[in-house]
Each structure stands twice: as C-alpha cells, then as structure tokens.
C-alpha cells in the first residue's frame, strides 16, 4: 500500500478554520492566474461583441417586450418583481435587461457585453472560493477555465435571453464566496450576507434551488466541516449543518413552488399524456450521460436537442443506469480517502436534476445551458483526480501541466468556433439542422427566418420538413396554408388546412382558415360550414363569427349575417372592421339609425381611415341629413385625396351640393373629379349639363 504523507492527507481533509499557509489568493504568482482566465475568455468569446439578437426568446426578453423596451422606470420594476412572464419568477433577469435597453438601447453587442461581463465575474470568483478553500491555485485556475470556454458553457453567455444563467451563475458563485467567511467564522451577519446573496441567486433563476445542497457538500470537502464517517475534532453533527441551511431550504421551496404554479398556468409543463413517465425517466438517465460525453467530446452541439418520440433501445437505457450507479458507488466508497470525489459527482447529479426532465417544460430533450453550473462538479473530479492518480508513479508535473493547456486551448478553439453559430438566427438554426436528425425546431425556426425575408417558396419548404418530424404539426399546417393563400394557391392551402384539421379536429384556427381557403374558391356553403365550425369550437372568436356573418351575406341571408356580426363586435368592441360589417348590414336592412351608430363608432376607433368617412356619408345621406354627409366625405377627401375612389367621392359631392342648390361648389367638385381621372364619364356628362354662365 502506497503511504501519503502528511501534507497529501490535509489536501483532502484540511478542516476550513486552518486555512493553508501558501500560496494565498493575494500573492502575486496566484494574481497571474485571473489575469489568463480574463484574457483567454475574452479572446473566446470576443465575436458575440458582433453578434445581434437572436429571434428565439430575444424578442420575449427584450426586443418585443413594451416592458422592458421602456427601461429602468417604477412601473418596469414593479411589473419584473411581480410578473411570471416566460415560466419564471426572476426579477433581477428583468431588471439587467432594463437596464441594458436603458444604456445601450437595442444595441445587441452592449447586451452581449454584459453577458460576458457576469460570466467574467462568475469565473473569476469560482477560482478565488477555490483558492481560498483548497490552497490550491494550480488546479483551481483549471476548474475556473474548464467553466470560462467549455464550449457547453457557450449558448450561456452567447445567447442573450439566457441572461439568468450568467446572472443566477454570478449570485451562486458570490454566495459560495460569502459562504466560505461564514463556515470560517460563524457569526449571524456572514449569514444574512451569505441568505442576501442567495435570494438574489434565486431572484435571477430558479435553478439554482440546488445550491443549500452544494454547500452541504462543501462542507464535507474542501471546507473540512464534516468528514465521512463523522471524524475529526473540528467535525460538526451532520444534523447541524443539515439544520444550518434549513432557512436556504426554506427559501429554495417557496421559489421551487412559484416556479411550479407559473409553468403550470402558462401551459408551459408538459402532461404525462404527451411525455409519458417512461419515457422522461429513460431520457433523464440517457441525458445524465450524454452531457459527460459532450463534456469530454464537445462535438455536434446544438441549439436545440428533439425530443425522442419513442423510449431509446432498453440496453442504451440500462447501460446509462449501470453507469450512474456504478459512478455513485465508487465515489462513495473512495470518499474517505479522496473526498473530492462524491463532492464532484454529487454536485453534478444533484444541480441537474432540476432540469434533468422528469418535470418536463418545453419540448427538448436536453440543453447545454443546462451545464452551466452542473459540470463544475465533474471539473473538480477532473483538476484533484488526475493529479492525485498520476502523483502514485511520482509523475513530473511538467506534462500534466502541459496536457492541462492543450486540453484548456482545444476546448477554447472549438468554443471560439461555437460562438460564430450564436451571430443570427440563420447560423445557429443552420448548425441545429445539421449536426441532428429530425430537428423540428430547426426546420421551422429556418421557415420563419425566410418568410420573414419574404422567401416564401423557401419557408413552406422548410415548414414542410419540419412537419415531417413533429407529431403534432397542426400550427404548422394551417401556417403553410396560410402562405399559400396569400400566393393564391387556395386549392393548395385547402389541403394543408385539412391536414391540420385532421391532426386537431377541434382546433378553431384551422376551420378558419379552411373557410378562407374555400371562400376563395368561390365554394360559398362549404365555407359557411365551415365557419360555423369555428364558431363551434371556439365561440368567443370574434373574426370567425365576422367571416361567417360575411359569408351569409353572400346568400342573402342578411338577418343571420346581423347576428354573427353583432357577436364579433360583442367579443371585440375595438374591432373597427366588424363594427363597419355590422353597419352596412343594418344599413341593407334599412335600418339607418342603427347603422350610422355603428358607423360613428367606426370612425371614433379609426378616424384616420378616408374609407369609413365616406361610408358614413352615404349612410347620412340615406337618411337625408346632405349637410352631414357632406361633412363626412370632405374630411374623407382631406385624410386621402389621392384615394383611388377619390374621383368618385368627388362626383359624389357634386351631386350633394347640387341638392342643396350651391351650383359653384358643384362645378369645383366635378372638375375636380375629372382633373384626378380625366375619363370619368358622369363627371364629364353632368359638367356638359351646366350652363356656361354657372361655370
């Protein structure tokens, strides 16, 4: 049995009130260490400085959200402390963005800035709590840089909307910090200090409900409170560091339980029905060892990772069971003579398993952000173990060392390379299709990329591949419609209206869509039906009951139509187009007062539309009241008086004021109608009519 010597037993086991004596964090050998994360995380990630937003939750953080595009005002921080938008209770991430649109306004590099600066600051203070805990800034410095460019570590800085890893990861590692003073010198302050910096943690991101266990581990290793099997002099009970974090626990539960009421009312969680529990236990299991694979082999990393639609083979799913528990088994027999050990591991398992997906929220199957905090406890085991390994054969450290960089320079190459996907969405979605199979998200994030550009040959291809993959792809298929309604491919867009029907006969959107399809084709009764069945499936769908009050009218059936738009108003009384609807429908029925009601009421929510003025005008001069008819179709011709109908209202007005007996105004109008349209016959004819003298 190889024997260790005393300074390589304290390694291990040296109890935190006995700090190690050199190197200090302050000494100027350990300073050359922060000064190389800096520089060769900045050099990392140096491209997102040019990078813009991503549209893939950027727009619901902060390019599209009023609350945060006005900036830092007491109405945005009141709304960030009390709203559950987007599944989470994380004031402080809102806060950050408000703050950025405030400095830099919609200068994606300066939000970018600001992301890598936090992580920068996380970095930073990961290896100073190491230091401070171990002694040991060699190995430390490697944990710190394995976190700083780990290119898993990459969609958390790059990506905009995941301010609250980078933000949450900063608190986490403050608290680590604040807590290493306290366990040195308990005293209440240092633990307000240390139950402060956690609540802000939590304030950033729910993840982070793991962290009163990571400082239960640390306990046990580096800070020396506690051993395995309770010995020691300065050893504490393990009831009483349990008992010391019971207010973190505290605190950990009532954000988990927010967390949880806000995905469940937001539709966010996903029901046993879609992810069976299975299925979650077999991708949970699979994912615990894809991430330590990914971790060594950071290879075909992804935005985005599809669901399995199916549970993998029974043997891929035993053998990452095997592996979870074979690791488990070793770390915790090898824990008294290498405590860094179960404390790495643990801190991995543990830290995941809150997004590990056995409560399922969105549709992927794992995400590398995911990583972000989890893989240092993997780290640890990697900058202690080897080190530990290779000493039993008195290894020079020259080559560890050396290994170190190469390992720490060829993971800084790929993240550097992992970055450029993160510039736009069509890179990123680009690489997503590539490196996976099946990738739904992809496919359809690239169809919306290239509508938006207005390649809509393009998009439909790409909606169409993403249709290919996806189980429910009703959305989908009544979007492509959609597209090929606006082409006039109507018969075409019948088809992927059915399509999307058949996935979801209840789904009112796509009944809809079919009638509009079917209008188009001039198929009048199978569009009334089905109209009606949107109206059926969905009766507070103000524009389904408008489409069929418009459709009905088209078979005389006025009375119905009256109803149908009666109820849109009802449902949407903004709605200036139903409101119209309803007025000339009224008005075909005679009945005048009520449609000039409706009129007035139209051009109250849109005064600046020319269209409905003039149609009040005609609705007055039913009734016979020319002086208000008159009025209404100058301010028509004032607000466009270069209207296509603008020759018409014109002849129109003539004839008005010829009513009235204003033959000079009649005159003005008529020329004016024919100076804008110089074939405009009945103008023409009636100014023939009047006497030269007049004229």
Known sequence: MVRRSASQRNVHTRPVSRPPASPTFWRAPVLWFPVALILITIVVFAPIRSSGFIPWDDPLYVTQNPH??????????????????????????????????????????????????????????????????TGRSGRSAFVAALFAIHPLH????????????????????????????????????????????????????????????????????????????GRGAESLPWFALVREKLPLVA?????????????????????????????????????YVAYIANMVWPAGLAAYYPYPTSAPTWWIVLSALLVILLVSALVTWAADRHPYLPVGWFWYVGTLLPVIGLIQVGTQARADRFTYIPLIGLFLIGAWGIPDLLSRWRWSPIPLIAAATAVILVFATVSRAQVCYWKDGFALWER???????????????????????????????????????????????????????QGRAAEANVEFSLALKSQPNNAVAHYNVARALDAQGKTNEAIEQYGAAVRCQPQSAV??????????????????????????????????????????????????????????????????????????????????????????????????????????????AAMFDRIGDKAMV????????????????ARRALANIPANVR
């Open 68 to 133: 945060v595009l006005g900036g830092v005002t007491a109405g945005g921080v009141l709304w960030a402390l009390t709203t559950g938008e987007q599944f989470y209770w994380h004031p402080l991430t809102w806060l950050t963005h408000m703050l950025d649109v405030q400095v830099y306004g919609l200068n994606a590099g300066g939000h970018h800035v600001t992301n890598l600066l936090l992580h920068l600051m996380s970095v930073l203070l990961l290896f100073g709590a190491l230091v401070r805990m």
């Open 154 to 229: 990459v969609e958390s800085v790059a990506w905009v909307a995941e301010r609250k890893d980078v933000l949450s990861a900063f608190f986490f590692m403050l608290t680590i910090w604040t807590y290493v003073s306290y366990a040195r010198t308990p005293g209440v302050r240092r633990y307000l200090l240390v139950l402060v910096c956690f609540v802000l943690a939590l304030m950033s991101k729910p993840m982070v409900v793991t962290l009163p266990f990571v400082l239960l581990l640390l306990d046990v290793w580096p800070l020396g409170r506690v051993r395995p099997g």
């Open 251 to 287: 605190l950990a539960f009532a954000v988990s339980l927010v967390t949880f009421v806000n995905q469940q009312q937001a539709g966010s969680m996903r029901t046993l029905a879609g992810f069976p529990l299975g299925l979650r236990l077999a991708n949970a299991l699979v994912s």
């Open 432 to 486: 997503a299709a590539a490196v996976t199979t099946g990738n739904q998200q992809a496919y359809a994030s690239l169809g919306q990329l290239l509508e938006e550009q207005g390649r809509v040959d393009e998009a439909i291809a790409r909606y169409r591949e993403a249709c290919r993959f996806m189980q429910e792809a009703s959305g989908l298929h009544t979007r492509i419609g959609m597209l090929l309604m606006q």
């Open 544 to 653: 389904a009951h408008e489409g069929l009050g418009r459709e009905l009218a088209k078979q005389g059936r006025v009375s119905e139509e009256i109803h149908e738009l009666v109820e849109a108003v009802r449902i949407r009384p903004d709605w200036a187009l139903a409101h119209n609807s309803l007025a000339l429908a009224l008005a075909a029925q005679g009945r005048l007062d009520e449609a000039i009601r409706e009129a007035l009421e139209v051009v109250r929510l849109e005064p600046d539309n020319a269209e409905w003025h003039s149609n009040l005008s005609v609705f007055f001069g039913e009734r016979g009241d020319t002086k208000k008819a008159i009025e209404q179709l100058e301010l028509a011709l004032k607000l466009a008086p270069r209207h296509p109908e603008a020759a018409t209202w014109h002849y129109n007005l």
């Open 667 to 682: 005159v003005e109008h008529l020329e004016a109608a024919l100076k804008l349209n110089p074939q405009y016959e009945p």
